[in-house]
């Protein structure tokens, strides 16, 4: 099956720092790739996603970036904002399917 | 995006109880559903899929005897933990696919904590 690895597990920035995160997957023919971002004691919430047909994608200061050869894809963030400090999440899928198999997740901390 | 509701939203009930928890999509029809578990600090467990009119599929290890799931409508999917020990305490989250439409979105409950005591 999927296997989908994240790092770093805890990132530490200064606001207005950019903050990247990085993850990799096994099966080539996983083809989505959404990211979550986790506030204590809430679920997961949707902030961006990508497909394979695509290389880079972004949304105001997020922006996601894929590349399908070497099999990973990275979340960057540019000027943090100490509201960015939350629990983020990569996830692979093969789309149609819908389940994804989802990082360890990423502890982004931005002190202010 | 598309909103997916949890009731309630935290629960504390004693060992051996039941409890039922609640996942609604709210603006769209969801012929399937997936409930997750989490752990403090760790990432999602799929627990199961909930299919609409059809029994749940359960990952492997997860008791379908203990996690009673029906999906009994296109918008509503219920979770019940039955005769709950301390050791069922976690974290439990919903989610619901936006099909259709080429969308491969997928949207989270805010969450239910369920402690027991």
């Known amino acids: ?112 | 995006g598309a909103v997916v509701s949890q009731h309630p939203s935290w629960v504390i009930c004693k060992s051996g109880t039941s409890v039922k928890i609640e996942c609604r999509s709210l603006d769209f029809q969801a012929t399937t559903m997936f409930w997750y578990r989490q752990f403090p600090k760790q990432s999602l467990m799929l627990m199961a899929t909930s299919n609409e009119g059809s029994k749940a599929t359960y990952e492997q290890g997860v008791e379908k005897d203990k996690f009673l799931i029906n999906h009994a409508s296109l918008t509503l999917s219920t979770l019940t933990v039955t005769s709950a020990h301390p050791e069922d305490s976690s974290f439990y989250i919903c989610s619901a696919p936006l099909a259709g439409g080429g969308s491969y979105e997928q949207y989270f409950g805010p969450g239910t904590r369920l402690t027991v005591t």
């Not at chain 1, 805890?10 to 990799?24: F, N, P, R, Y």
């Not at chain 1, 880079?56 to 979340?75: M, Y």
């Not at chain 1, 000027?79 to 994804?100: L, M, N």
């Open chain 1, 1 to 112: 099956g999927e296997n989908v690895e994240q790092h770093p597990s805890t990132l530490s920035v200064q606001e207005g720092d950019s903050a990247v995160i990085k993850c990799t997957y096994s099966d080539s023919a996983s083809n989505y790739f959404p990211w979550y971002k986790q506030e204590l004691g809430k679920g997961p919430q949707l902030i961006i996603d990508i497909r394979s047909n695509v290389g880079e994608k972004k949304d105001q200061r997020i922006a996601v970036t894929l590349n399908k050869t070497a099999k990973h894809f990275s979340l960057h963030i540019t000027e943090t904002q100490p509201e960015d400090s939350a629990v983020y999440f990569c996830a692979a899928s093969k789309g149609g399917s819908y389940i994804p198999t989802f990082g360890r997740g990423t502890s982004l901390i931005v002190h202010p």
